[in-house]
């Protein structure tokens, strides 16, 4: 053999660290020129000698090219993996964002207000029933419709004792005699004829007197002359009184006779008459109430109703319940330490693991001011939007967002992760090169972006696609700038 070459190559990359790569060539070895030729016989042996020989010095040399762990050095947490030059990225631009700061709970949907229906006759049977659970309902519309053929019979008769009753009492007042009723009529008419007369003696009395004292004044008459005019005055203001107290009592008479002798039986007729009357309209109340009609607008929650029921059954339970206006709520509970951090009018993600087209944005209402012994939580109402979708009872995430700053973040996959809450991203620099810079590391967002809290700027530039073969000063070619 004129020429034997010996290569041996390892490649050992772990991530793209290091590639080693061990090449051994042999000089030119003529074994047939070398040995004479009476050992040529010992030819295969010195061979694989010389064989054995070489291959031991290519597997210490391939030993000492890899250091054992107790040789390894410790890397820093900054130092990041060797990669091949001209290595195309992409990249991104540190940016201000809204961060909002929430918690997260869960809650549950509930009536906004829950408006029980109930039947207030009892032993009636339900006729009819006009509407079924999650029909919309306006105020007054008719919900059933009980059998009131009992109840109208009960009307007639009652009706019928109130005629009974007025009859009654005509008859009663009635009985004075009709001579006595006319003489005390006519009794009446003369003292108010006398009255009359009187007062207009008396009339005619004061203005004589009035124009007599302006003539007595200027001496035209003798005083004596007025002292009668004045005597004749009170003479007709006295017969104006007698004759009004004559008419009062002969109106007085008048109406004795007419309210007749017998008062206790009038009282008794005059009672008996509103009794009917009572009896009447309490009949035509429960008549009212064979009519059950909707308190409220809002939608059937809840049927209990069914035809052929009787009312009596129901004491204890509902006809219906009605979610007034259809309108629900959010009751979530928040544990004791977090509800300091919750006020009126904060904004709630809402989303349901079960139905995922549900996407909503309630209004924090109110918080309840009392926190559950056991279990240290408190409920926080919270108005919904209307939505179709939404069901009493439904259990549903949420997202309150307590408040909202601006933060610098970039993307989590432009940040390599290091010891002590810090990370590494490549800057990149103007010449297409790049710069390894420590970073503080904030809280992460929606699983895409983090929180820098130190060590960029707004607008840095930096390597986005890539990012793990990279090291500083690396020169890289970028494929989109994002």
Avoid: C, W
Avoid at 151 to 167: C, I, T
Avoid at 202 to 215: E, G, M, V
Avoid at 310 to 332: C, M, P, Y
Avoid at 409 to 418: D, H, K
């Amino acid at each position: 053999m004129s020429q034997q070459s010996i290569d041996r190559a390892e490649n050992h990359d772990n991530n793209g660290k290091s590639n080693i790569v061990a090449n051994l060539d042999s000089p030119n070895l003529s074994f047939e020129d070398d040995i004479p030729e009476e050992n040529k016989k010992g030819n295969g042996l010195i061979l694989g000698i010389l064989i054995g020989i070489i291959g031991t010095m290519i597997g210490l040399k391939i030993v000492n090219g890899n250091p054992t762990p107790e040789t390894t050095p410790v890397s820093s947490p900054l130092v990041t993996e060797t990669i091949n030059t001209n290595q195309t990225i992409s990249t991104t631009t540190a940016q201000i964002k809204q961060i909002d700061r929430k918690i997260e709970v869960t809650g549950t949907v509930s009536p906004y207000e829950l408006i029980p229906v109930m039947s207030q006759s009892s032993n009636l049977q339900i006729k009819e029933i006009l509407v079924d659970e999650g029909d919309m309902v306006t105020q007054g519309q008719i919900l059933i419709r009980l059998d009131d053929t009992i109840l109208q019979a009960e009307l007639k008769q009652a009706q019928a004792g109130v005629v009974q009753a007025q009859a009654r009492l005509a008859e009663v007042k009635a009985g004075t005699r009709k001579e006595e009723l006319q003489r005390a009529n006519e009794n009446v008419n003369f003292a108010q004829a006398d009255l009359l007369q009187a007062e207009s003696d008396l009339q005619l009395a004061r203005t004589k007197l009035a124009r007599n004292k302006q003539l007595e004044a200027e001496g035209a008459i003798p005083r004596d002359r007025l002292d009668e005019l004045i005597n004749d005055e009170s003479t007709k203001k006295f017969n104006v009184t007698k004759n009004q107290a004559r008419f009062r009592e002969a109106k007085q008479r008048l109406a004795e006779l007419q309210k007749g002798e017998r008062e206790e039986v009038i009282a008794q007729a005059e009672a008996s008459l509103v009794e009917a009357q009572t009896r009447v309209k309490l009949v035509e109340a429960r008549l009212k109430d064979t009519i059950i009609q909707s308190p409220v607008n809002g939608k059937i929650a809840e049927r209990n109703a069914r035809v052929g029921d009787v009312t009596s059954s129901f004491n204890d339970r509902k006809l219906f319940t009605i979610i007034e206006e259809g309108r629900l709520e959010l009751q979530v509970k928040v544990p004791e330490n977090q509800l300091k951090e919750i006020a009126s009018g904060q904004k709630v993600l809402i989303s349901s693991s079960a139905n995922p087209n549900l996407q909503l944005t309630g209004i924090v209402r109110e918080i309840n001011p009392i926190i559950d012994e056991q279990s240290r939580q408190g409920i926080v109402k919270v108005d919904l939007p209307d939505n179709n979708n939404l069901k009493s009872g439904m259990f549903v995430q949420t997202s309150i967002i307590t408040n909202t700053k601006s933060s610098l973040t970039v993307p989590m996959s432009a940040v390599l992760p290091q010891r002590d809450s810090t990370g590494v991203v490549y800057i990149v620099k103007p010449d297409n090169t790049v710069k390894m810079q420590q970073v503080s590391l904030g809280e992460i967002i929606n699983n895409q972006d983090i929180i820098i809290v130190s060590g960029l700027n707004v607008g840095d530039v930096i390597a986005l696609k890539g990012v793990n073969y990279l090291q500083d000063g690396s020169k890289i070619s970028i494929e989109n700038d994002q």
